[in-house]
């Protein structure tokens, strides 16, 4: 690499466009920040040696200068902001809804959203934040961050650590706040200089040049920020990984044990008692809105129990349980446990549980029963044995049947495979007889296959239970968010707050010259100099960018 030596005998890093030690700019790179067309200098960085506008030889060297830049960067952030906004536009595939005709996303975004639903979920638009393009659009932010900062604040770091308090006289009268006194006394000067203390400046000197410096921490509050940032965008990465996040959802029925989803199998839940409290309609401050748009619920909970399963599953068999904790979950009241929360979801009321048929003679007036059985809709058995040697079969079961209206003749079908609204298709065999008679039941269907029909199935009981929908949600990325988002505020403050002023007294033969720099708030300064000179005959500085 080479090296430039500066008149003052400093060597200098190549790059470099103010000289390290007295602040001379170096001739031949005033063109990296544009100090050869104007005359104050350009203080960003210190005039320290970058890597990005050093090196460009090497593809190491392309890729480094391309993540420098501020503008590289910003469009990254734009074009995740509008990819984003796509992802907002129909919900996502773990968002859609739980009572919808299909849930099934090859159909549901066609069938709900047209022509755009289809395109949309074609292009995988419909689990957006965890395909691989959106999850590399925060990775190149992240390198973006980890590179302009590196490129920026470890020459910056570097510049500040070896200020000398002289400097030469170019870069002191090059400074956008200057002032020149011919002639100043030695008390005057220790004025100055005390005055300058008296409002925290710390006051370094050398051969009679002095540096006066305070809110110099202030300057790695935007890097402060980018460590917060990075953090937090490693956060929304881990998101993506199973161990770290997992967001699932599991349907209980009560009096029902299930395995916890994303829990290996390690704890179960059992759902002791859905509870569902609606708002009284006769309740004057609620009847209105209650005839407006129907029952609104007041509350609606889980009562379970959760356990955690005893040594090793042993594949084939039930695990041996432990109960671990007994609570309740309410829609705004989690239960947590063991870095999990159960949140209740949803719910759905009164599915059928078992049904109780009865067969009786089909022209018996008084319908009295030649047997009775009752069928488990959970996993109904195939064959029922009846008295005197009657037998019934399940021939087909629709759990939550409809009739296909677009055959020419219509056939019953099935809408999901939850018992919401049974039907069966039963085989009845007579003593003595080898060809059944076919019968259609369900809940107010009872339709024999053939006129001849000697008898009817007819229901006498059916027994329901409701079901409470959980989201089981690990997130252990949630720490990493909040020390993230901490560590931001704080470089927001250090950078807003506080600001990096230095003044420079230069001594000449008889007189003085005097230059101030900030990172912000110009007039601030202005007010510590004129502080600092009063009572003395030192001229007050003057802005010479406005003066330009």
């Not at 759905?348 to 078992?354: T, V």
Request: negative net charge; aromatic residues 12%; glycine residues 6%.
């Amino acid at each position: 690499m080479n090296k430039i030596k500066c008149e003052c005998g400093h060597v200098n890093p190549e790059g470099t466009v103010l000289c390290e030690a007295c602040g001379k700019p170096i001739e031949g790179n005033q063109h990296i920040t544009g100090n050869h067309k104007k005359k104050l200098l350009d203080m960003r960085y210190d005039g320290s040696a970058r890597r990005s506008q050093t090196y460009n030889r090497s593809m190491i060297d392309k890729i480094w200068s391309f993540f420098s830049s501020v503008k590289v960067g910003i469009w990254l952030i734009v074009i995740t902001l509008v990819a984003s906004s796509i992802g907002t536009i129909f919900p996502q595939e773990e968002y859609i809804p739980e009572d919808a005709p299909f849930r099934d996303p090859s159909i549901f975004y066609e069938d709900r959203y047209g022509i755009f639903g289809k395109i949309y979920y074609q292009l995988g638009f419909h689990h957006l934040y965890s395909s691989w393009w959106y999850i590399l659009l925060i990775a190149l932010i992240g390198i973006s961050l980890v590179i302009c900062s590196l490129d920026r604040v470890i020459p910056l770091y570097k510049a500040l650590k070896k200020q000398s308090p002289k400097r030469h006289k170019t870069f002191v009268e090059r400074q956008r706040l200057f002032s020149e006194t011919d002639h100043v006394t030695e008390q005057d000067k220790e004025t100055l200089v005390k005055h300058l203390k008296q409002q925290r400046y710390k006051i370094s000197e050398k051969d009679g040049h002095i540096l006066a410096e305070k809110g110099r921490f202030s300057r790695w509050g935007p890097y402060v920020n980018h460590i917060g940032l990075i953090i937090i965008l490693l956060a929304a990465i881990l998101r993506f990984t199973p161990f770290m996040y997992s967001d699932a959802s599991v349907s209980i029925r009560e009096g029902e044990t299930v395995s916890i989803p994303s829990t290996d199998g390690q704890y179960y839940i059992k759902n002791k008692k859905f509870t569902l409290e609606e708002y009284d309609e006769e309740d004057e401050r609620f009847k209105a809105s209650i005839e407006k748009s129907g029952n609104v619920a007041k509350n609606f909970q889980t009562d379970v129990i959760v356990y955690k399963a005893k040594g090793e599953a042993v594949p084939g068999s039930d695990p041996e349980l432990e109960k671990y904790k007994e609570d309740k979950i309410q829609m705004n009241n989690p239960l947590k446990f063991d870095g999990i929360t159960l949140y209740q979801r949803f719910y759905d009321l009164d599915e059928f549980k078992d049904m109780s048929f009865k067969l009786y003679e089909k022209d018996d007036k008084d319908q009295e029963a030649i047997g009775t059985f009752k069928v488990n809709l959970e996993d109904p058995k195939f064959e029922y044995s009846l008295p005197d040697g009657y037998k019934v079969k399940i021939d087909d079961y629709y759990p939550d049947y409809y009739f296909d209206e677009d055959d020419q003749t219509p056939q019953p079908r099935s809408d999901s495979t939850y018992p919401k609204n049974p039907a069966f298709i039963f085989k009845v065999y007579a003593p003595g007889e080898k060809e059944p008679e076919v019968s259609f039941a369900g809940i107010g269907k009872n339709i024999a296959a053939s006129k001849d029909n000697q008898y009817k199935l007819g229901i006498v009981d059916f027994s329901t239970r409701d079901i409470s929908t959980l989201t089981v949600r690990r997130d252990y990325t949630l720490p990493y968010f909040i020390i993230g988002a901490a560590i931001f505020m704080i470089g927001v403050i250090q950078g807003m707050y506080w600001y990096h002023r230095r003044v420079w007294i230069h001594p000449t033969e008889d007189g003085l010259l005097i230059a101030g720099h900030t990172n912000k708030n110009w007039h601030g300064l202005e007010r510590d100099i004129e502080k600092a000179i009063t009572d003395t005959s030192i001229n007050m500085v003057e802005d010479q960018q406005e003066q330009e």
